[in-house]
């Protein structure tokens, strides 16, 4: 397998499961150290030593990416660990606040709680600012080039019950291409992935308690089936490594075609 990361650190947030931990644990593969982020330590350590086990190098760090001191203190202890940071990957994130811990429907707009909405946004959006901030800062500061990459959603470019989630991934896909333009000049890249319905965590419930909601879904999906976290690696691989030397400001759609319908 050609190392594609070799040499190059990468911080994950959200490492601790889903998205995250595969990313973790291929970039790895790839010759990357890792730092994988999340609020869940002992997930996040789980996800380490996996990494660990394959003959890779790994870092366990807590933080809420809604803090922006603690980007800051997760990119230092990386920094302290590694000695730099290459690539960030901004993965953490959450779902569509529903109406009962157990239930798959969402609140409509016009009564979602107006803490639950923020809630959303402090995750989805501001957690990602404050990451990326505090890479890019970092970078900046030491003259280092990289790459940063966003988890947004085909609900970057779609409406959602409830506006929340769509409102906070459209949210990360302007922010991706308004820094893209700002950082160009210091060779940092910022780029986006729109994944469209993959099996993680998050979404567990949902799919235990909504099956009907799954199969239509499905149903618009032109590859008939949903993705997996590994399905979302390779983009990912792609905009960390040097073979996307040339692509900033974009936002790679990975939906089994759910937007060409």
Known sequence: MAARLAGKV?????????????????????????????????????????????????????????DEAANDRMVARCVEAFGSVNVLVAAAGVGSPRMAEDS??????????TALFRAVLD????????????VARWMVANGQGGSIINLGSIMSRMPSPGAAY?????????????????????????????????????????????PELIRAFLDHTPLGRAGKPDDIVGPALFLASDLSAYVTGTIVMADGGYLTI
């Open 104 to 113: 798959p429907k969402p609140y409509a707009t016009l009564g979602v709680p």
């Open 166 to 210: 769509s409102v906070s991934k459209a949210g990360v896909w302007m922010l991706t291409k308004c820094l893209a333009q700002e950082l160009a000049r210091h060779a940092i890249r910022v780029n986006a992935i729109g994944p469209g319905f993959i099996e993680t965590p998050l979404n567990a419930q949902v799919r235990a308690n909504n």
């Open 10 to 66: 990468a911080v994950i947030t959200g490492g601790g499961s889903g998205i995250g931990r595969a990313c973790a644990l291929r970039f790895s593969a790839e010759g990357a150290k890792v730092c994988v982020a999340d609020l869940d330590l002992p997930k996040a350590a789980e996800t380490a030593r996996l990494v660990d086990a394959a003959g890779g190098g790994a870092i366990a760090v807590q933080v809420d990416t809604t």
């Open 123 to 134: 995750v989805n959006l501001y957690g990602v600012l404050f990451s990326n901030r505090a």
